[in-house]
């Protein structure tokens, strides 16, 4: 076996496992590391359609996971009260 046909198998794999993935976040990362390979693959044997696809796949990728990240983010910030401040909150209670 080549290193070509070993990463290649190893992609199949991967991509493979991703559709046994729990989660939207744990289904992105298994998406990026099997485009990695892809990537990988399509240097080594120069096919640039792997490579592009590989590309376009992994970007999207990384860019909804980012997205989500973010979103999660913001949604668990607690948000500022402007118009209380310390002392009146403290009041209150």
Do not use: K, T
């Given at each position: 076996m080549t290193l070509a046909d070993a990463i290649g198998w190893t992609a199949t794999a991967v991509f493979t496992a991703s559709y046994l993935t729990r989660g939207q976040s744990a289904l992105r990362r298994v998406q990026m590391s099997g485009a990695c390979l892809w990537l990988t693959y399509g240097l080594v044997t120069q096919a640039a359609p792997v490579i592009g696809s590989n590309v376009l796949v992994l970007g999207a990728a990384v860019w909804a996971e980012h997205r989500y990240r973010r979103?999660?983010?913001?949604?668990?910030?607690?948000?500022?009260r402007p118009d209380r401040g310390v002392a009146a909150e403290a009041e209150a209670a």
């Open positions: 979103e999660r983010r913001i949604s668990v910030a607690p948000s500022p």
